[in-house]
């Protein structure tokens, strides 16, 4: 038990630091204006049109680091900084939001896995708990209490696949965009790099997430497990 609080203590640390990381190299590359002073919208709006992605619409959203793509209504979705400001960590952003369309447009497998899992996935998440809480409990009066926090335990675990499928997805739309992005030659050698940087620190949430997820499965298990043992 002590191992697995050690654990959760240690990606707890990990996940701040690298948040806090991860916001200082935004503000960073936000600092580094982009040469050729195209916006996050623009920067979006070039990469799909090279694609060939005719119908898919970019559009601003409010809030910070609140990017993403939406596949049922095909709208790419930029912060509001993100859709307006001229620099690196601007681009990097709208570039790897457009590369979850290109994802979508050739049918990229781990996206398809990842959109089919999404309802599941959240109805799993908001029971989890709650069935895992109730067949512990049960688990001291009645004999089916451990089916119960088994099944707890069953949905759970489809929150960290999900978590698991979700890094192959959020690093191949980063490699799209960097790819794009200087092949394209959208931005210099400077900006690139820091456009990198960006990202690469942008995926390593991700991963702390999916390892968190990974971590608290395990302590589930052995509390459903290990009970039934005792």
């Avoid at 400001?85 to 994802?103: F, I, P, S």
Wanted: aromatic share 10%; hydrophobic share 50%.
């Amino acid at each position: 038990m002590g191992s697995y609080y050690l654990i959760i203590i240690v990606i707890s640390l990990a996940s701040m630091w690298v948040s806090n990381r991860l916001k200082s190299k935004f503000k960073k590359y936000s600092a580094l204006s982009l040469r050729n002073g195209m916006s996050g919208k623009e920067i979006a709006e070039k990469m799909l049109s090279d694609h060939g992605i005719r119908d898919v619409e970019v559009i601003s959203v409010r809030g910070s680091l609140t990017d993403h793509y939406n596949p049922k209504n095909k709208t790419v979705n930029l912060s509001e900084s993100v859709y307006s400001q001229r620099n690196a960590a601007a681009a990097a952003v709208a570039a790897h939001e457009c590369g979850h369309a290109v994802q979508h447009a050739v049918g990229y497998d781990w996206l398809k896995l990842r959109s089919q899992l999404v309802p599941v996935v959240g109805i799993a998440s908001n029971l989890s708990m709650i069935v895992i809480i109730a067949g512990l409990v049960l688990m001291q009066m009645v004999s089916f209490g451990f089916e119960i926090a088994v099944l707890g335990v069953g949905l759970f675990g489809l929150g960290t696949l999900f978590s698991f499928i979700t890094l192959p997805v959020e690093y191949d739309a980063s490699n799209r965009a960097l790819a794009w992005l200087e092949r394209k030659n959208m931005v210099s050698k400077e900006e690139l790099a820091g456009s990198k940087d960006a990202l690469k620190w942008a995926a390593r949430t991700y991963v702390v997430a999916a390892l968190g997820s990974l971590a608290t499965l395990a302590y589930f298990a052995f509390q459903v497990f290990g009970g039934r043992r005792n």
